[in-house]
């Protein structure tokens, strides 16, 4: 395997580190290669995780990779004690998230406040006009010209863009 493939298939090399630095005493050092060899490792045992939660999935007719397949993969491989741990941290990352959510919301809620439906319309506009410009890539169109309708708008590449059937 080429180094580049290596790096594309691993751990950033500081998390290693600091890994193995906090399960270290402090006048204990790992060498580069050691580090090395717990990255390829840690790549490794995501990969037969990954591997065998598929196939528990597949077993089950379904589609997406869930908590609780990554722990059934857990026991199914050997690694039962890490269930619990496995299942911990997955309630913990769940009320991290839904607590972002709530924050997000109550941010919004917070700064839409009596804003009355046409400023509220407004913003809403200008945030759409916003998301087309990043995902088209484009300059804004300025409002005052109207396009032509006959004819079609040009892409980036300066060709005719297809017609989309209507969302």
């Known amino acids: 395997m080429a180094d580049t493939d290596k790096e594309a298939n691993s751990f ?3 998390t290693i580190q600091n890994l193995i630095k906090a399960c270290l005493p402090s006048d204990c ?16 045992f995501v990969k037969m995780l990954t591997t ?9 007719g379904k589609k997406i990779i869930a908590p609780q397949h990554l722990v059934k993969a857990l026991k199914e491989l050997g690694f039962g ?15 991290d998230i839904l607590q972002k959510r709530r924050e ?4 919004m809620l917070e700064r839409t406040e009596g804003l ?11 945030l759409f006009n916003a998301a087309r410009e990043r995902l088209e890539g484009h300059q804004p169109m300025d409002e ?3 396009m032509d309708e006959d ?17």
Do not use: H, M, W
């Open 116 to 126: 009355d439906d046409q400023q509220l319309l407004k913003e809403q506009a200008e």
């Open 151 to 167: 004819e079609p708008p040009k892409t980036e590449t300066g060709g005719e863009e297809e017609d989309l059937p209507e969302a």
């Open 29 to 44: 050092r790992a060498s580069p290669e050691f580090r090395d060899l717990v990255n390829e490792c840690c790549v490794e």
């Open 12 to 14: 950033p090399k500081a």
């Open 144 to 146: 005052d010209e109207p």
């Open 52 to 60: 065998e939660a598929n196939e528990i999935v597949d077993q089950e």
């Open 104 to 107: 997000r919301r109550q941010s």
């Open 81 to 95: 004690e890490y269930a619990a741990a496995a299942q911990k941290a997955g309630a913990e990352a769940n009320r």
